[in-house]
């Protein structure tokens, strides 16, 4: 093992030196082992350009989390750190990553800025917080914990499209301005922390899982004042999805809840956007960058 990464034989790498080789840690929640066999039989069946690599660390549990947190921390650093990894790719969500984000990235070295680091929901910490520093190219995509499922391997196979250069699966909506994705609460959470970007300008994208609709509405009333203040572009609506029943209406559906608070705020409310928690989600790559680094 080197750095919690089983060694690629030499033998497995390609002749023409193109292979993308993916780092894959959880800085949040565990996966299974049937998880990473999903995604390396994808991989090898479909994608033979690409080499994905699981961290030990993506297995372990410590309580809700994918080990504690210096091991998750370590985890991340290590992926980013190593110069023989082009992307480091998120293994899931959940909640931990805003424990150990901005710990790991004081820890970065010049390879860690020069790759794609993809994850969405929880991860998004990480993703922001990599943004506010400039290092690498922060990208709204899903997870390996989706290639389990028939609809979710669709949504992985997304990202290692835009692993090999291929940009259909990016957000159709994307234009001249710079853009950043966020589940909302993530983005709402991040507020007033270290961890926070610099959105002057940009179109920022939310969508959200599981909330009943009266928490999205209070979401909405700290996040958009706050925005505002940042000078953002506008706002877009991803999908807001699996949301539990209330003991009586909200009486307003999650756009009108967008719309009603964007315009409180001042903001520009620009329409909705193919990101969330579904098979659909859509790769963004923040800022202008459409492509992946590489080194």
Partial sequence: MAHGYAVVPPDTRPLDGLMTRIAICAPATPITREHADALRTLVAEEFPQHRVCFHEQCFEQLGHFAGADVVRMQALVDSANDDSFDAVWFAKGGYGSNRIAEQAIAQFNDAARRKSYVGFSDCGYVLGALYRHGIGQSVHGSMPVSARSEHGREAVRRVLRWFAGDLSGVEPGLDERPVAAFNLIT??????????????????????????????????????????????????????????????????????????????????????????HTAENRIVPFGLARSPLRS
């Fill in 187 to 276: 983005l709402a959470m991040m507020i007033g922390t270290p961890l926070m970007p610099n959105l002057k300008d940009h179109v920022v994208i939310v969508e959200e899982v599981s909330e009943h609709l009266y928490a999205i509405d209070r979401i909405f009333f700290h996040l958009m004042p706050n925005l505002a203040a940042q000078g953002i572009a506008g706002l877009r609506l991803g999908a807001i999805t699996d949301v539990p029943e209330n003991d009586r209406p909200f009486g307003q559906e999650p756009e009108d809840i967008a719309r009603f608070w964007c315009a409180r705020a001042g903001v520009d409310y620009l329409g909705r956007a193919e990101v969330g």
